[in-house]
């Protein structure tokens, strides 16, 4: 199958994923958390016109809703929530040395080959659309897992948290147009309040170890010492 | 159905009247009252659905049949016994000067949202609705682990929220390809509604749905606390005010097994294979084991407890997972049991951690000298849960080490061995606890032990003679999960 013969819709909803794709990617490799923030907002974005494209494609007014929560919590709330966090603990210079970069990219990579081949099963079931954009999602979710696994900053790990979640959003809008109404919106009130909860947290972390490092939160062990 | 909105109704008042108004003297009583309220709700409901059978609300939003309606009534009576408990505890908590009054106000508040939660996840017909539940109690728990604000209590909470939250993000990935295989069948405004689903479960693509439940099973598993993603339940568990030990022991790690069987009825249709019970056969033996084992090397008592709630419920898994009525029968009961005894354990671990001042086990000393009431309590609770005749566990226990001899007589041997260990991790750790001198200067405290008595009177009871309504309600929730009556 070639993508020059798919139509407008096709081609577009394709790219889109990729690029959904990619953001999860740049994520994994920055050290910097202004631009880590930067790049998960412009996920957020990509999520949005994904939307919009589909509710106009697809006639589903309520993609429309969902696009407008998504700009609303992931492009504009969390990050500005974050990076207003980052800026207040002054630790935006800080440069995070990530350690084995290349290993945790190469593992990326193949988390993404690893999720073509566990949804393998689903291939005679459906487009290449879906196919596709289920991949993307499932090593979205995968790679979410693999940047807090790799990061050690708190607010790296929301990121992480939170990309999660735009991946899971990706899966529910493009292979199934979306949930029922109900659901979307209980997931997207969930998602305000553990982001609202993130930011207590933040509070209570720095005024108990005085840094936003988790390593530094080692006091509690399975065998206790 | 009435019974329904009115039982979320008054949970969904509590939360806005603790959080809205301020600071009452008897803001206790008042949790107390609301919890018995809904007890009275919830036994109205289970007489109705007893009498009249399964209830689907008319726009099919809440389905409650013999399998959730014990569970509900289960959920209400733990909730309210352990409010009991609450109120004087935290009281006591108050006085010791570990909380403000703000924060009290979010205790009750988030008691309440934590019930209104657990509620939701068991009535609702949605199975998106059940996810968006689930991640709700643990939001309304989280700021519950870190309420005494040390640096144990927070790394406890950010493990909690981290972990059960990328996990159950796992369990929303497997709803979301339910949704995918259900809406081929058209109709897509119903295609995550249990009832329909149950229905035509045979149509559905058992390819995507066993796909599906590895990620359901993965997420709920988090929240059930299987091994390897138990790590966040001891920290949050120890970590956290002890009432809230009781209820996220006794409470949310039923209902998120609830929510994997339920999952699992609908693959199980699709599937016509046993995929889905190997898995959970697969989890529930190692976590039991597992658990077992660490008991031996806990220090803090909550600790010690919160290993106990894995293994057992690492055997429920398990028994569910074999299927057939004996097993289904048997998990049923054992869910019950471990309620009751677990929660009735930490109501007494609480007073006795009060008593000596500290959680660490070297330094709990003689209880039965100090304040009888608790020694013996702790004692009695540690022989119920530990499977000792006449206690209900026993009898759970037994129904499930004969379906798994009847099934898989190659398991009975590492059952027999896990259940050991775990006897003998128990009570090298309790016996010095109880007995032995009291250190001096330890006094006893105001403690409220009728919840416990409760507790572990019921527990003798279902081990005893289990009473006629109760065993034909296990029978017809039987004869939904398996297929097969008994």
């Known amino acids: ?6 139509d407008f819709y096709t081609q577009a909803i394709l790219s889109m994923s990729a690029l959904v794709g990619l953001m999860s990617f740049l994520m994994l490799g920055q050290g910097r958390l202004p ?7 412009m996920q957020g ?6 939307a919009i ?22 492009v504009v709330f969390i990050p500005v929530m974050l990076q207003k966090q980052v800026f207040a603990m002054n630790i935006h210079r800080d440069v995070e040395a990530l350690k084995n970069n290349t290993t ?10 690893f999720s073509y081949y566990v949804l393998q099963p689903i291939i005679h079931t459906s487009s290449m659309i879906m196919l596709n954009t289920l991949v993307v999602s499932l090593s979205v979710v995968l790679l979410g ?24 959003f990706f899966a529910a809008m493009a292979a199934t147009d979306g949930m029922p109404m109900v659901v979307e919106l209980g997931v997207a009130f969930d998602v305000l309040v553990a982001a609202v909860l993130f930011g207590i947290f933040f509070f209570h972390i720095r005024t108990s170890i005085d840094s936003l490092d988790v390593d530094m939160m080692n006091k509690l062990h399975e065998v206790e010492r | 159905m009435i019974a329904v909105y009115l039982l979320l109704f008054l949970s969904v008042a509590g939360i806005a009247f603790f959080a809205l108004t301020g600071h009452h003297k008897d803001i206790g009583k008042l949790n107390t009252y609301i919890n018995a309220m809904n007890l009275a709700i919830t036994v109205w409901l289970a ?24 569970l509900i009534v289960l959920t209400a009576f733990v909730g309210f016994t352990t409010s009991l408990f609450s109120a004087p505890y935290m009281a006591h908590e108050i006085e010791l000067g570990k909380l403000t009054e703000g924060r009290l106000k979010l205790y009750y508040s988030m008691y309440q949202g934590f019930m209104l939660a657990m509620y939701l996840v068991l009535t609702t017909n949605n199975m998106g609705i059940m996810w968006v539940a689930m991640e709700g109690a643990t939001l309304a728990t989280v700021l519950l682990v870190s309420l005494y604000r040390t640096p144990e209590s927070i790394e406890a909470a950010w493990k909690y929220f981290i972990l059960c939250g990328v996990g159950i993000a796992q369990a929303l990935f497997g709803t979301i390809l339910l949704y995918y295989a259900a809406e081929k069948l058209g109709n897509p405004e119903n295609a995550l509604l249990w009832s329909v689903l149950h229905e035509e479960a045979a149509q559905l693509n058992p390819d995507i749905l066993k796909i599906s439940f590895v990620f359901l099973l993965i997420g709920y598993g988090t929240k059930i606390g299987l091994v390897p993603l138990h790590n966040w339940l001891p920290d949050a568990h120890s970590e956290g005010p002890t009432p809230m030990s009781a209820v996220l022991s006794g409470l949310l790690l039923n209902d998120a097994l609830y929510a994997v069987v339920r999952n699992k009825m609908l693959v199980d249709g699709a599937t016509q294979s046993h995929i889905a019970g ?15 084992l660490f008991l031996h090397r806990q220090k803090d008592i909550k600790r010690l407890f919160s290993y106990s709630s894995i293994e057992h419920m690492g055997l429920m898994t398990f028994a569910f997972g074999i299927g057939g009525s004996l097993a289904t029968f048997a998990a049923l009961l054992h869910m019950t049991v471990h309620s009751l005894v677990k929660s009735a354990i930490f109501v007494t671990v609480g007073h006795a951690a009060q008593i000596a001042g500290t959680q660490k086990m070297a330094q709990i000393r003689g209880l039965i000298r100090t304040q009888p009431k608790v020694g013996w309590g702790l004692l009695i609770g540690t022989v119920a849960i530990a499977g000792f005749p006449p206690f209900g566990v026993f009898t759970s226990e037994f129904l499930v080490l004969l379906a798994t001899m009847r099934e898989y007589p190659w398991l009975t041997p590492l059952l027999l061995l896990g259940i050991g260990i775990a006897f003998s991790g128990l009570f090298r750790h309790i016996q010095p606890m109880v007995y032995g001198e009291k250190p001096e200067g330890q006094l006893p405290i105001k403690a409220n032990l009728i919840p416990v008595m409760v507790h572990l009177g019921f527990a003798l009871w279902l081990g005893l003679a289990i009473p006629h309504f109760l065993s034909d309600w296990f029978s017809q929730a039987t004869l939904l999960i398996s297929g097969s009556a008994l």
């Open chain 1, 53 to 74: 494209l589909a509710a106009s494609e697809l006639h589903s007014p309520h993609l429309y809703i969902s696009a407008f929560l998504t700009f609303a919590l992931k």
């Open chain 2, 278 to 292: 190997y898995l959970m056969m697969g989890f529930g033996l190692v976590s039991f084991l597992v658990a077992a």
């Open chain 1, 35 to 41: 631009r880590l923030i930067f790049v998960f907002a």
């Open chain 1, 145 to 168: 897992l693999l940047l807090m696994i790799s990061h050690r900053q708190a607010v790296a790990h929301v990121v992480g948290f939170m990309s999660i979640e735009n991946g899971l």
């Open chain 1, 104 to 113: 945790v990219m190469l593992s990326g990579a193949s988390l993404m080959i």
């Open chain 2, 47 to 70: 007489t109705t659905v007893y009498q009249h059978g399964t209830i689907l609300s008319e726009s099919k939003a809440f389905l409650i049949d013999s399998f959730n309606v014990y």
């Open chain 1, 1 to 6: 199958m070639n993508i020059e013969t798919q």
């Open chain 1, 45 to 50: 974005m990509l999520l949005t016109l994904t």
